[in-house]
T-cell receptor, first 114, second 112 residues
Framework: EADIYQTPRYLVIGTGKKITLECSQTMGHDKMYWYQQDPGMELHLIHYSYGVNSTEKGDLSSESTVSRIRTEHFPLTLESARPSHTSQYLC?????????????FGQGTRLTVV | GENVEQHPSTLSVQEGDSAVIKCTYSDSASNYFPWYKQELGKRPQLIIDIRSNVGEKKDQRIAVTLNKTAKHFSLHITETQPEDSAVYFCAASTPNAGKSTFGDGTTLTVKP
C-alpha cells in the first residue's frame, strides 16, 4: 500500500549524539517536507524538497540538515542533539505540477534528547 | 511570503452543535486551501480542500467556504460528534510555491 514511512517512531538519545531520522514514501511524490511539532501545537516547516538534489530551508530555523539523493527518501540529520531538539518530527509528501495538492504525513518520530 | 492566521485557538461545543473555524491569508495569489484534522497522537490528515475557482464545497457534515475578496476561508462542521474532537489546521498555498503555509491550529472539543 502506498504510504509514507518514518523510522524510528520513538527515540531517546543523549546530548551531543548524531542522529538521522528516516523518511521514505512509496507514493511517487516529488515534493517532500519535514515539520517540527510539539504535541497539539503548530506545524513548523524546517526543510522541504522539490525533487532529487533539491533542498530548501523552511520557515523555522533549524540546526538539522537534509538530503534528497533518491525520490522516495528524505532523511533528516542532527549532527549534535540537544535537549532543545526534543519534539515530534513529521515528514510529509505531495504531488508536484498542475497546481498544489494534498500533503500526506508520516506517523512521526518523537525525539527526546536527555 | 504567505501568512495564515487561524481563529479560535480553542473551541468547545456541545454534541450536536455546529463549529466554525476561520482562517485569513495574506497572499492574493494563493489558490489552494486544505484543511487537516489531527487526532490525539496521530498524523494530520486532509478532511476537505477548496481551490480558488470555487466558493463553497461540502462533504457530508463538513463544508468549507472561501471569500477571495476578503482573503478568508472557513471550516464548518455541523451536528458535531465526540469523534470530531481534534486539532484542525488550515493552510494556503500559491502556485509553484512548493509548500503550504499552515495556520496555528484550533483544538476542537465536542462535549457529549
Amino acid at each position: 500500500e502506498a504510504d509514507i514511512y518514518q523510522t524510528p517512531r520513538y527515540l531517546v538519545i543523549g546530548t551531543g549524539k548524531k542522529i538521522t531520522l528516516e523518511c521514505s514514501q512509496t507514493m511517487g511524490h516529488d515534493k517532500m517536507y519535514w515539520y517540527q511539532q510539539d504535541p497539539g501545537m503548530e506545524l513548523h516547516l524546517i526543510h522541504y524538497s522539490y525533487g532529487v538534489n533539491s533542498t530548501e530551508k523552511g520557515d523555522l530555523s533549524s540546526e538539522s540538515t537534509v538530503s534528497r539523493i533518491r525520490t522516495e527518501h528524505f532523511p533528516l540529520t542532527l549532527e549534535s542533539a540537544r535537549p532543545s531538539h526534543t519534539s515530534q518530527y513529521l515528514c510529509a509528501s505531495s504531488e508536484s505540477g498542475g497546481g498544489n495538492t494534498e500533503a500526506f504525513f508520516g506517523q512521526g518520530t518523537r525525539l527526546t534528547v536527555v | 511570503g504567505e501568512n495564515v492566521e487561524q481563529h479560535p485557538s480553542t473551541l468547545s461545543v456541545q454534541e450536536g452543535d455546529s463549529a466554525v473555524i476561520k482562517c485569513t491569508y495574506s497572499d492574493s495569489a494563493s489558490n489552494y486551501f486544505p484543511w487537516y484534522k489531527q487526532e490525539l497522537g496521530k498524523r494530520p490528515q486532509l478532511i476537505i480542500d477548496i481551490r480558488s475557482n470555487v466558493g463553497e464545497k461540502k462533504d457530508q457534515r463538513i463544508a468549507v467556504t472561501l471569500n477571495k475578496t476578503a482573503k478568508h476561508f472557513s471550516l464548518h462542521i455541523t451536528e458535531t460528534q465526540p469523534e470530531d474532537s481534534a486539532v484542525y489546521f488550515c493552510a494556503a498555498s500559491t502556485p509553484n510555491a512548493g509548500k503550504s503555509t499552515f495556520g496555528d491550529g484550533t483544538t476542537l472539543t465536542v462535549k457529549p
